[in-house]
């Protein structure tokens, strides 16, 4: 099945500064990558997505991008505020349906 | 706004218990998971249903079972609970569009086994 790693564990980053979460997935028929944001106490919820036919989406402050020949992807964020503390999943779909998440980052954004 | 609600925020069972954890959603959608949560391992996909009655194991079903016997309602079964069984349970569902499968979740139930 599908397997996916992702680095840092933890992250942390001056008010302002650029943050950047990185993940590999190993099933290359993978062909949808979304991330996941959960702030302490609350239920993670999407941020952002992009599909295997496409390299690069930007949302304002957050952007994602995907290199299928390397199987990697991902998470920049621009300009960091303290609300971006939280802990961020990267996550893949093989098409049957499930995602497969990675291990989580806890993102710490000193103010 | 999509509501997926589970029936408890904090359970604590003992060691050999049958357990049950209830979700529901009000959006009508096809597809509902349960996941794990541990610090460090991530969501681990338990089990998932994509339709009434229909089951698919996920990547860590032993020692779990579920029930989908309505559209709405997905329920995760631990038939003798244990103690490598404390954590936090996540439901989710999510629709079909294309090739885009947002996964709502519910607020999560903390289960703890002594």
Known sequence: ????????????????????????????????????????????????????????????????????????????????????????????????RALTFGSGTRLQVQP | DVKVTQSSRYLVKRTGEKVFLECVQDMDHENMFWYRQDPGLGLRLIYFSYDVKMKEKGDIPEGYSVSREKKERFSLILESASTNQTSMYLCASSFMAGQHIEAFFGQGTRLTVV
């Open chain 1, 1 to 96: 099945g599908e397997n996916v790693e992702q680095h840092p564990s933890t992250l942390s980053v001056q008010e302002g500064d650029s943050a950047v979460i990185k993940c590999t997935y190993s099933d290359s028929a993978s062909n949808y990558f979304p991330w996941y944001k959960q702030e302490l106490g609350k239920r993670p919820q999407l941020i952002i997505d992009i599909r295997s036919n496409v390299g690069e989406k930007k949302d304002q402050r957050i952007a994602v991008t995907l290199n299928k020949t390397a199987k990697h992807f991902s998470l920049h964020i621009t300009e960091t505020q303290p609300e971006d503390s939280a802990v961020y999943f990267c996550a893949a779909d093989t098409g049957r």
